[in-house]
């Protein structure tokens, strides 16, 4: 009975540390399909990158779907997007080989394949971004 009695301090404190945990860790990293380009048979795809985080990925492996306009699956990729210091802005271009671009419909973040920070650990980042379209296609987690 007495603990049910500390409970509203308990969660009182744990709300009013929350933010000083997020801090901690930094803003997310934020991944902007910016372009879609015309490359032949295939298309070039244009990610902005922003790492708002404190932490310098030396890897961040994504693991990509492209679904056609009829919402099919028409490609899957993994795209390497590190080096990716903190604080910086940096743009990575990949080719989409045999997809023309007016067959995509969405890009679809499935997952992260790999996650790793300048210590060398490794880490579950897929919570730590966040994800937007300016390529006239969506871009969705």
Known sequence: MRFVSHL???LVGLLLALPAVAQAQGGPVSIQLNKLEPDGDACRAYLLMENGSDSDFESL???LVMFDNDGIIARRLAVETAPLPAGKTSVKVFGISDLPCGEIGRVLLNGVLDCVDQTGERGDC?????V???????FIE
Not at 132 to 138: E, I, Q, T
């Open 126 to 130: 897929l919570g730590r971004i966040a």
């Open 61 to 63: 492996s994504l693991d």
């Open 8 to 10: 509203p301090a308990l």
């Open 132 to 138: 937007d379209s300016l390529a006239g296609v969506p």
